[in-house]
């Protein structure tokens, strides 16, 4: 379940385009509601791995997100390609794909480790993330001020598209 929770959170912000530090996932730890992402995650475990993971309150979505970082299991899993830093005087950590968005090999490498990663066959994983992105771009379930509060912009699906090469 763990892995599950984890490599959701990796899909989460592969699938809203956090790439490099200018995209990353922004998260001010003063001002915590972390909800969305959350529900966001919950829905990826559901619809990408069939599992159900507990919605958790912002308090443990907010411990979750905060042990995700260089020394945790996922970052250590995911070398080089997760990358996360904080903002101590802002008290902002910043979590991106340290890649870009149009190199279908490194996309495709990540979606080979997730499959490694949670013991999913990888076929089967690339088909079922194409449908939650196909989903994600056409009706998203967070609202955009949702989106909003974690991601410096609005166009984060224009970024999208070069996941749908590597898929194929």
Known sequence: MRKIQEASYLLFLLSNAAFGEE??????????????????????????????????????????????????????SFEPY??????????????????????????????????????RDYAELKYQYEKFLVKHLIRNELQAHEQLIFFNRVNYRDFLMPQFECCQ
């Open 23 to 76: 995209m990353s996932l922004q998260i001010n730890e003063r001002d915590v509601n972390l909800s969305p992402i959350s529900r966001s995650m919950c829905l990826i475990a559901n619809e990408v791995f069939k599992v159900e993971i507990p919605f958790t309150a912002d308090l443990g979505t907010y411990h979750f997100l905060k042990r995700q970082t260089r020394s945790s299991v996922l970052f250590k």
């Open 82 to 119: 997760i990358r996360s830093n904080y903002n101590r005087k802002e008290h902002i950590r910043y979590v991106f794909l340290n890649v870009t968005y149009n190199n279908l090999s490194e996309l495709g490498t990540i979606l080979r480790r997730v499959a490694i990663y949670t013991g």
